[in-house]
């Protein structure tokens, strides 16, 4: 069981990372993905925090788990929970977010942005581009592991089962992929026209080990986490994490034109009362 | 659909096309809309023909190898997309599954050039380039949001696959009053007449070289703008009489220099002998052009109305 004390460490980080992310979105005057970064943020601090061995003052050890964020589109969300480990500085990422020559891109770029693992936001390629990190480390007997975050909608393309067939096969323990498990799309809902269901039976499927979570209960993330089966594993893992694509602010919740959007100085004011009523547990259900 | 025209102001081409389509399903019924997830603009015609209304999730070369299908027993699919992920991930099956067997496949696509935004992963500079390269393949370039009504309605009668390529898809400068002009696959449009030289452009590249080309006439220099938006099959007259009247041609397109519509001008001019007395190319030279705005970017690599200007005084010097 995870201790209390390290849930509210993370928790409290993940309510300061709510908020960094709202501000960033308001004072920028494009879009920003902010559906699909709300509900990846408290799996984020679960690993940038908690889970995986990393040193922002060390970006090249050998030794550390790599991470590779294969819905590139949640950059931002990956660069403030870096941010807040000590890798960037947050007024930086705001002045220069999506402007040009900025580092900090719409999508990450591994070439500009030094402490990003791999460049992505051509949905569907990451998994297979960790498949081939988690097969290096095992050549190289390397004791570290590789995370590969998904969304769930990514999952449609095949690329992503190819890429988890190979890693069953090769029975590649020190693999662990995370889906955002947030039942949007882009456009649509899960069901509307794909049907991701029954989705752990699919990834158990291609001879993986699967953990279902609430990927907004910081103790269970934990839990999930502490738990990883050793990087000898005869399967790969996947944390299905269940999500809520807007989590914290009642108007992007579960609202499809939430996906990518500008705040407002109105909306971003309404958002960050809803995430902190939210913290405090003072809100009522959306 | 009734609207005032203005030169140069905007409006989005994802809508007319959501649109266009919706009339096409009424008076159609082998009209399919395809999209992986990127369907926002197809929402009447999913609602009026759900049946005829497929979306993959994020699965662009699913929603290719499905729309071949749908054609091989007579039906005419469009697929809505993103321009990279519609190009490249299903490139193979635009080629083998598509072309090989010369399908009537609509492949609309919108972020051309560097007008995304979202960096190198969804800029779309190697497009024309690869599906120009593909048998059978027609590939068109269209800037104004109007034009691409039109063309819609005139595919239906297009037996052939079919690339069209859009600018940004949600703000497009409108260049041409709607029904003051036909269009024609393997034609163009002389936007501007001049006598000094040609800029030939597409897509939102023309409005840039009408913009250059007004600065340049009050400077006494006047310059012809083509709007080449048919880039595969080319239209080999109106590039003559260009290189007559004008002997000196620039290429502007936001796409890779190499490879884009400079290149297919350059075979025709290797093929047929011809030779202007200059030519020149202004477009995205072989880099990840990265973040930033299509202006901002068409600036940073040299090909914005400002450079064109620059280009052409010295070409003419
Ligand atoms: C190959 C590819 N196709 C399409 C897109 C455009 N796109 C960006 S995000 C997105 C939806 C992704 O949904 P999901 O993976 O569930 O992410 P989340 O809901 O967590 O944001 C789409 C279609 C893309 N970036 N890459």
């Known amino acids: 069981m995870a201790d209390p004390k390290e849930v509210k460490r993370l928790e409290e980080l993940a309510y300061e990372m709510r908020k960094k992310l709202i501000n960033l979105c308001g004072a920028y005057d494009g879009v920003v993905h902010i559906g ?6 408290d799996l984020l601090i679960g690993l940038y925090h908690h889970g995986m061995r990393v040193d922002p003052s060390d970006i090249k050890s050998p030794t550390r788990d790599r991470f590779l964020l294969s819905k590139g589109h949640g950059a931002v969300c990956m660069y403030i929970a870096m941010c807040l480990r000590g890798y960037f500085d947050y007024d930086e990422i705001v002045k220069t977010y999506g402007r040009l020559d900025s580092a900090y891109g719409m999508h990450p770029c591994k070439i500009q942005l030094p402490g990003v693992e791999c460049s992505t936001g051509s949905l569907g390629q990451g998994l297979a581009i960790a498949v081939g990190l988690a097969f290096s480390a095992r050549q190289r007997k390397e004791a ?33 992929g995370i889906i955002d498990r947030n039942k949007q799309l882009m456009t649509s809902f899960d069901g509307d026209y794909m049907r991701l269901e029954p989705y752990a039976d699919k990834w158990r499927a291609f001879n993986w080990d699967v953990v279902e979570l609430d990927g907004h209960d910081m103790g269970q993330i934990i839990d ?29 919740e579960k609202n499809v034109g939430w996906h990518a959007g500008a705040l407002s100085k109105e909306d971003t004011e309404k958002a960050i009362a809803d995430i902190e009523a939210d913290y405090a547990g003072e809100r009522s259900a959306a | 659909m009734k609207m005032t025209f203005n ?38 015609f999913k609602k009026d023909f759900p049946d005829r209304f497929i979306d993959t999730g994020v699965a662009e070369q699913n929603c290719a190898g499905i729309a071949a299908g749908l054609a091989l027993e007579g039906n005419i699919p469009f697929i809505a997309g993103m321009i ?48 120009k390269s593909l048998v059978n393949m027609t590939v068109l370039s269209i800037g104004d949001p109007n034009m691409i009504r039109d063309i819609m309605i005139l595919s239906m009668d297009y037996p052939h696959p079919l690339y069209i390529r859009l600018a940004q898809g949600k703000k497009d400068r409108m260049l041409y009053e709607p029904g003051t002009r036909t269009y024609k696959i393997g034609e163009g449009i002389t936007a501007r007449d001049g006598k000094d030289a040609t800029i030939i452009a597409h897509g939102e590249m023309v409005y840039v070289a009408l913009e250059a080309a007004k600065t340049l006439a009050a400077e006494g220099i006047e310059v012809r703008v083509i709007d080449m938006y048919s880039i595969k099959p080319l239209n080999k007259n109106l590039l003559l009489k260009a290189v007559k009247e004008t002997r000196n041609i620039v290429v502007l397109e936001d796409h890779l220099m190499e490879g884009g519509l400079a290149s297919v001008i350059a075979d025709a001019f290797v093929d047929g002998n011809i030779y202007p007395e200059n030519f020149k190319r202004l477009g995205i030279p072989q880099v990840f052009a990265g973040f930033g705005s299509g202006e901002e970017l068409r600036k940073k690599y040299g090909y914005d109305d400002t450079a064109t200007v620059a280009v052409i005084k010295q070409m003419l010097k």
């Open chain 1, 36 to 41: 699909g970064d709300l509900s990846m943020t």
């Open chain 1, 224 to 252: 999930a986490l502490d738990n990883l089966p050793p990087i000898t594993n005869e399967k790969p893992t996947v944390l299905i994490a269940s999500t809520i694509k807007g989590k914290g602010v009642s108007f992007m």
């Open chain 1, 144 to 176: 570290h592991r590789v995370f590969c975050m998904m969304g769930d909608g990514e999952t449609c393309e095949g690329e992503v089962w190819e890429a988890a067939n190979t890693a069953g096969s090769y029975k590649l323990g020190n693999l662990v």
């Open chain 2, 84 to 131: 990279p992920f519609m190009t490249m991930r299903a490139c193979e099956q635009n080629r083998t599954a598509i072309c090989y067997q010369d399908l009537p496949v609509r492949f609309i696509g919108t972020g051309g050039g560097l007008t995304s935004g979202g960096g190198s992963t969804h800029n779309a500079m190697e497009d024309i380039s690869i599906m």
């Open chain 2, 7 to 44: 030169f140069g102001s905007f409006l989005s081409a994802r809508s007319v096309v959501g649109e266009t389509l919706h009339e096409l399903g009424q008076k159609h019924n082998n009209v399919w809309a395809l999209t992986a997830d990127t369907g926002g603009a197809l929402a009447t």
